[in-house]
């Protein structure tokens, strides 16, 4: 009797879309061989702290590890940790890796992430300039921040708000220039713009909206001294960090062939236009049934669900992707939630009063609930991922009116 050669599935990839798809095939008890490689030194880890605690300084490095490297390899999964996928050979089904060896596959998963959008101006090579993606980038501008400094912040998003809020704390002289007319426009609708810049503004930080960045000025001997702005003038600066966003990680993908349109394409089953080929997290355009169409998300939550239903496919089970997004932010003592996708809302109410710190926006399109944020306020959170999932028809005047239990909708 011949014993069958058990398959390898290959993970590219070290981020919160790898490190759950392998604890997900572990607890699934998925019976072939798991090999996962990441060009980063560390065991699958989750970079939410990266720009909160983690900076801070109050929780350490291996807090970020999402589980300790014995356990996936005392499960038998292999981590091939600080080696960098060079090019996916399909026909012959084989990846050749930075340290010049070759590794074989029979399924394959795209986990590659993201990486920071860079800032092609004058001076953009002066040291000083900082990106924020991985665990170096922290320690990086951790080892700069002290009180007093002046530190710019190019970019008004989650990521440069959460570090104006961590450095500000830590004494430093924050500037946060946002080219936009408000904070985090790109995620959020302009009442939690409002309450963040005065957040900001009130703990001190000099938050400039409608200014947009053309270069860095050099002190002479090769380090950042200033920012120049496209209206003219500048902004003097000792540290510099720049957070505009991030780019899908599709080379590999492209290289091999692989549909890819800003993401890899992808299906609500996790699954690329080659059959044996998955591809989960921030590097897809995904399918998920909640949405009409394609969606490329950048959150933990995406991250998390894709794996899942990557592990699912593999196991051959049929479980399609379909639920909606979440995400949340921490600034100061404040903390933002987020469900859904308010773009296309024809209506807004409001819940609770700004000034009171506990409020929540309810975004509606035809009445039904599409989205919500809600800040320092879990219970409009919570309720409000049911109403979004559900798709659920409220009216406004209830969400309004405080005396109206949320918590009775579900
Ligand atoms: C500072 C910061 C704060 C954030 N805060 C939040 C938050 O509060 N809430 C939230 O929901 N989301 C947050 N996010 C976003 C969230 O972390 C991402 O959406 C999530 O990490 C996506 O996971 P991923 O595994 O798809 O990709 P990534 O985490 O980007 O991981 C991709 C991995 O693939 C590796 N890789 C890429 N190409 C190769 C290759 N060719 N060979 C080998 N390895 C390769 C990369 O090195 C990396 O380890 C934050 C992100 C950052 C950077």
Known sequence: MTNKKKETTVIIGGGHAAGTLLTALLQKKYPNEVVLVSEEPHPPYQRPPLS??????????????????????????????????????????????????????????????????????PGSELKGIHYLHDIADTDALRSELAPGKRLVIVGGGYIGLEVAASATKQGVNVTVLEAADRLMQRVTGPEISEFFYAKHTDAGVDVRLDTAVTGFESDGKGRVSGVTLAAGGRVSADIVLVSIGVVPETALAEHAGLLCDDGIVVDEFTRTDDPDILAIGDCTRHRNLFFDKRQRLESVANAVDQARTAAATLMGE???????????????DVRLQMVGLSQNHDQRVLRGNITDKEFAVFYLCEGCVIAVDAVNLPIAFMVGKKLVQQRKSISAKALRDLNFELKSLI
Do not use: C, M
Request: charged share 25%.
């Open 52 to 121: 909160k605690t983690y900076l801070a300084g109050e929780v350490d490095q291996t807090s970020l590890y999402l589980k300790s490297p014995s356990v996936y390899e005392n499960a038998g999964q292999q981590l091939r940790l600080g080696v960098r996928v060079e090019q996916i050979n399909r026909d012959d089904k084989n990846l050749i890796l930075s340290d010049q060896s070759t590794l074989q596959y029979d399924r394959l998963v795209l986990a590659t992430g993201s990486h920071v959008r860079r800032l092609n101006a």
């Open 318 to 332: 049929e479980k399609p992707y379909d639920s909606a997004p979440w995400f949340w932010s921490n600034q100061y």
